[in-house]
């Protein structure tokens, strides 16, 4: 496994193609715009070889018996999926933010190893041992793979053939022996900028004319035709400044809008092309332990907030029992989005495959949860923390450091901590409830309306309409209009 | 195991000590005020019997191998606690309401499990054995025992010694060789009425002061001494009429008020007298499973509410999809307290005495939960189910029957269905949300505040701070006025 | 103005038709099933001659200059509606509930003195004077008058000439130089059982086809034809039994069934026949002013549980500041709901026949608020009282006055008050939240979906569009599918 | 009355004193860091001169029987009140955002005129006086007058005389014949930068030690002796990029903290010196207004958020009707938090010295839900946009103009309208809910916990216990420990 420097490293050997701000970033790994996802990834290397950490963040391969990243593993229990959860909520709790540059295609992972041993079952196709000889080099290259789902989509209520321009979602324009011809784009890849390879999924079920967008590959993140740039997030030209305006270095997100361009993707590392059939299932596999996961992050971050915003009471001179109830009710929505994960894997089941299945109706309820709970917990934090951490209404830390009139500035931002103390925590509320720690849990891996169709879909309410009928001894029939 | 019909005979064969109205009810089986909690506690044994479902009602014991009640089974596994859970659930589709005479006493054993373990580990009691033999004697009688852990407590801020009225609490007033003379009273028992035996227990956790109060036991419902008066509940009036104005025939829920007058206790029935050392940890032990699982019945109850109020609605003549939005909110809100408990479970750790034990943290959140989600699972399906369904506002049964106008009656109650069926599914949800079918969850088993208290002791606050600090790292002490 | 015992006496000289149970009510005033909704409408009476609120309750009438009755004046400016919304609060305060043979006819009286203007101004009709007329004597025979509005309906996607059976909605059958013969029902009432007089509207918004829908009038209660059959509504039996457990004597609603079976209405007591081009906008005409004042019912209400709970804790030993935030919670439910009606009427506007109309947005923001909040103050209600309030889980009035047991059940349910006070509270609450004291806010007058669509109907979408366009200059024009 | 270009060379002869990243602004009305600020309080003197808008925005005034602005009026009566929140709704449409430069001392004037009325009756001053000379001269300049009310408080438990630093709080260091020397600071000062002058009151309620801190006064913004650094907000560098990425031009708000080094405040500009007695009821008279009104701001910054998720809905191919139950929740909200500021000054009554005043109890339940319900307003306006509106998570405005491959992200960024227009509308959905534009209405004039108090002392606890023992009959006397 690797070390968090032999990562670095090997960032810096990949062709430069991420971009923001209208420029070439030449060193992900130092450049301001993406040094702290790097350091925010380079810490689960870290973790690797952390005694406190190993059990949660590695795993014995299945395939090798070595011990190897989690993140490049199968998820081949309930328990494995608890880690999961687990191991979210701590990667938040070290980096205060996202470290979606694995995760997510660690997912996608489990996900096409379900949907490829499908496939090939029922068509002979060879996706599956595709997927397996690049997982097990995956493990031994101790690669970081994000995962890339969402297409840019176009008009939202036409499918892919219908879109003026066929590009919307991704799609193939050329397939031949060697292997395929990609275009189009995958939006809001977190953690590109911080992972070597990319794992491409379709974006949506799509019916038969759209066979061609039904494709799945992995590819270096640096292949010919990849264009990158960074999405920009709120405050992030703090990034770029000294001091600790922005007070998390060792952490970061970013979200890439990755461009293909006629990107060639050999066949041995293509794990779906045309089988339009599995694309809503690959969907559902995607999805339903992702929603069940995602309430270990919004946890771990919430955590945070309620750490922090204690803190910062006492920094304001009152002690954090008066904020009780306040602190409760965020730890109450923490413990709840990851319980649902924690009860969603509980209630799931095994794939034939090998890989474990959330219940999707705890999985859709929990998205529900990270869609919504968050944002009371952030609201309490700021509340808690007073005016300062409610929108970060502090001067600078460059006019903290004035010269001229920073002690002026430093005397009057005291309380019963230091000025200094004081903003810094201040400003990680700010950070992590307006700021660039705000991860996009709301829409990623799918909007809150569509977790509701899926609760609707997996509620049996004739179940349930059905024992009210028998407790009530009603058998008359009812028909209403579609 | 019992048939339903060995277990009405059973009850009838005890002395009638059970009253309501100011009137002893001379068989539990048959009169209004008690048929429908002993119907709905007879359904329990008759699952026993079916294949459908006995394999989440009965499981093997431990001591004898054979199939019993899973009522009267320690609690050996996360597994055994997802199956209280999804126990609860079934019985409340069943019955519509609670089954607290079996389960509450179920909770009391296992909780007294590990606490006789305890104590007899340290003191060199016999208690643990004489719970052992009791059970598998219980087990073999099949008995329903319910559980009685709350005192009438009087003034809410004095500890029991410091009572006007000693007896507030119960407590031990004679001890000698064949056993002890308790007196006091424990309230709101759930299913007394339907139950053969009371598992007595600690209402609190006790000081030093306080050791009469410290005292643990079963006893016969009948033993002389023993009063019991059901407490009444919202419309249970209806329970004594014809007709459907009461829908639910199967089940129902009694809170007893149960009064001890010197009630004598074999010793080998006693799990504990004195040792209020352990009171607090037995606390504890009782409600972390009771609040992990209760989420269970509160899920089940909800089912009912979205078939009812769907069922309604077609009735009404609408399409349940114009509520789309709102059942999934119910079933939301049913799924949470389920997968929270499920997630308590998960989360928990074996006692060395062999019964799991659930997450703290977790079971109290889902305590508040249960204390807050029903009643706006309750509200929509109110508001689902139209003007009727919210007070339940609709002519009585006589009403519908009366030869004079009640055709009148039925000709203005129809709608997309007969007036028959509309105004039992609109009585259904008034029995569900108002009536006789509301269980106490939001008390029961202690209050949101106790909740409250629980949760902020096991939010390990020092160590979100200490994450904060280590994220942006700030080594100031701060200190605060208690 | 009447005297309460005139007014019971005017009550006891009508013809008996109104039934519960299946039987004829003799004497409303003092049948148990009537009698408390009279003694509510009879402190109406009573306040109208007690100085403290006399200003609240009467009004000089712009009619005759003399003192009358606010229920039977036009509602003429803002502070008009304001005293609406100050009125229904303190019925609620001295009633404990709903005084609505009262104040829902007012309402109607109100509607059609706009809608009768504006059909005789466009067709020469009379019905203007016809209402004048009648509302004049009205006031000399201060009568009360409930207001009739929703009709059984039948299927609801259905109108009214759709249905099978054409009786669904309340119709003119027949039509002569002496007046209309109607047929039909008009449900859920309320006080009709305390009211002299019926006041008719049509239920909903009709097109051409429901022309003979389309009719208005007002006729004695007890005239030819009509039969009326009380609803039964939670633990109503109660209202039959000695004691406090309904603990409200001086107060109670009932919500009737008002049968027409061919009912003559002579030709100078109807408003409104066949005019059905108003139908749409008199349904605004009544709710809008009757969701903006509904608002003060429910605050008036939850006064009572803020006052109940508190007083219940100190019954249970606790000072109430240990739920201040709870308490608070409710107070802000209360003035939310009574303050959004106050807002309403001051954004409201004359109309041309002399009534203050109140603003439709803010009345119907109102109704939504009227549906959920006093979901949320009535669990608090119950959170505070603790588990006796919970679901009223108390032995009843029989048990603790029982000669054999009554001494046990009064030793124990006592705490930091007499077991009679701790008892009556806990009842109270139970009443109000559970119990025959509940108001069907949320459905009557209309339902919450219903309220919604007036809501995005007055909610100006493009209004505020156009300031972003402005604000952020875009022109871009978009158009998307309907 | 002055025109925006006036408004804007009146600024630009003062003294520069406004500072932020640690540098002057040499020209607060065109450097990026305040020209938002000022652009916004420029439509302010824009709309004094349109007719549009001139009934709102302007008054003729009490004393000159002139048309003046009514920010330098004085609010006579319930009309005033309601054109105050009519006003700030107004400005909030057009500028995005908070012009409190201009509304919070005139709320300082208001206050102020009904405490230096009481001081000089009972003591004999003058202040009443020198506040109405300085207004009728501040009439005729037109000038903007920021309210500077918070001081830095440092430790929270501690009052002012208590701190170690005794400047924590501003206070008077020298008293002479000719006026005061104060030294402090007053923080988070909304829109100094786009003010003259200052009006500055006393932060708390003080006691007799704290004499010195009892200060109000007026001073010109460029005083000798003060200081201004502009707190920074969340993304405020893009306030210095070109482009759409900060997509609002003609507004925005600043936070100034204000140090006072020894400023001079002649005698004629001091309204309050060492009368603590007052300082309490004037903080009163301060923050009911402020609070009644403040549900306006919030009301108009929602109307925007719904007109923007709407529009970008329809940019992103949808319907905004899809969303319409979000969309009215908004509008509730909205609404609710403006009618009961309308319904505080409804309630309120006139001073003896000629302002209105508000209810307290309305004017603090608003502060609540201005502490909360936008929070579900924002939330609710970034599911309804989309993943882009959620965290603004796009690329910058440079990289769709980089000329390399700016045209890709054109292409990707289109759906049902071009790029431009889509992204647009996401940063003012970022704008709005993450960024710059966020208002601080939780703190802002006092947090939510110090509502509460208010509330908790109006709530008249005992008249509703009185309701309640009335209703049900209950005398005993019931005591509880404090």
Same mark, same amino acid.
């Given at each position: 496994m690797k070390t968090p420097e032999q990562y670095r490293e090997s960032l810096r050997e990949m062709r430069p193609n991420v971009h923001k701000f209208g420029e070439l970033i030449k060193d992900v790994t130092s450049h301001p715009a993406t040094s702290r996802v790097v350091s925010g990834h380079a810490q689960i290397y870290a973790a690797q070889h952390d005694p406190q950490y190993q059990d949660i963040v590695t795993k014995m391969s299945s395939f090798s018996g070595e011990r190897v990243s989690r993140y490049l593993t199968l998820i081949e229990s309930m328990e494995d999926m608890w880690a999961n959860s687990r191991m979210k909520r701590l990667m938040f709790n070290l980096t205060g933010t996202c470290t979606g540059g694995r995760c997510v295609g660690w997912n996608s992972t489990n996900a096409m190893w379900a949907t490829t041993w499908e496939i090939d079952k029922e068509r002979g196709t060879k996706y599956h041992e595709n997927l397996k000889s690049w997982l097990v080099d995956a493990q031994k290259r101790d690669i970081s793979v994000c995962g890339a789902l969402t297409d840019p989509k176009g008009n939202r209520t036409l499918p892919p053939h219908k879109q003026k321009d066929p590009d919307m979602n991704l799609h193939v324009v050329e397939a031949n022996d060697k292997g395929l011809v990609v275009r189009g784009a995958k939006v809001q890849i977190a953690g590109a900028a911080a992972s070597h390879e990319i794992f491409v999924l379709p974006g949506s079920g799509y019916k038969a004319e759209d066979t061609s967008y039904s494709v799945s590959f992995v590819t270096p993140k640096d292949a010919k035709g990849i264009t990158i740039v960074e999405a920009r997030h709120p405050s992030d030209m703090r990034d770029f400044e000294d001091g600790w305006d922005n007070p998390v270095k060792c952490g970061g997100i970013t979200q890439g809008y990755v461009f293909f361009e006629d990107v060639f993707v050999p066949k041995e590392r @293509?794990? #779906?092309?045309? &089988? =339009? &059939? =599995?694309t809503m299932k690959n969907i559902m596999s995607f999805i339903t332990p992702y929603r069940s996961a995602i309430g270990g992050c919004v946890a771990g971050q919430g955590d945070l907030m309620v750490g922090a915003s204690a803190l910062l009471a006492r920094a304001n001179g009152l002690n954090e029992k008066v904020f009780s109830d306040k602190l409760n009710k965020m730890t109450i929505n923490n413990e709840t989005t990851f319980a649902v994960g924690i009860a969603a894997a509980a209630r799931g089941k095994m794939h034939p495959s090998g890989v474990w299945t959330c219940d999707p109706l705890l999985a859709n309820v929990n998205k529900i949860h990270v869609a919504t709970l968050p944002y009371e917990t952030k609201r309490l934090a700021q509340e808690i923390g007073g005016g300062i951490a409610e929108t970060g209404c502090m001067p600078s830390w460059k006019d903290l450091e004035s010269p001229e009139y920073g002690e002026l500035v430093k005397k009057y931002m005291k309380a019963n901590s230091s000025a200094e103390t004081r903003v810094k925590l201040a400003r990680l509320i700010e950070w992590l409830t307006?700021?660039?720690? @705000?991860? *996009?849990? #709301?829409? *990623? *891996? *799918?909007s809150p309306d569509g977790a509701g169709m899926v609760i609707r879909a997996n509620s049996d309410l004739e179940e349930k309409i059905k024992s009210v009928r028998r407790l009530i001894q009603i058998d008359e029939e009812i028909k209403v209009e579609k």
């Open positions: @293509v794990f #779906m092309n045309g &089988e =339009w &059939e =599995w307006l700021g660039s720690g @705000v991860p *996009g849990t #709301m829409h *990623g *891996g *799918g």
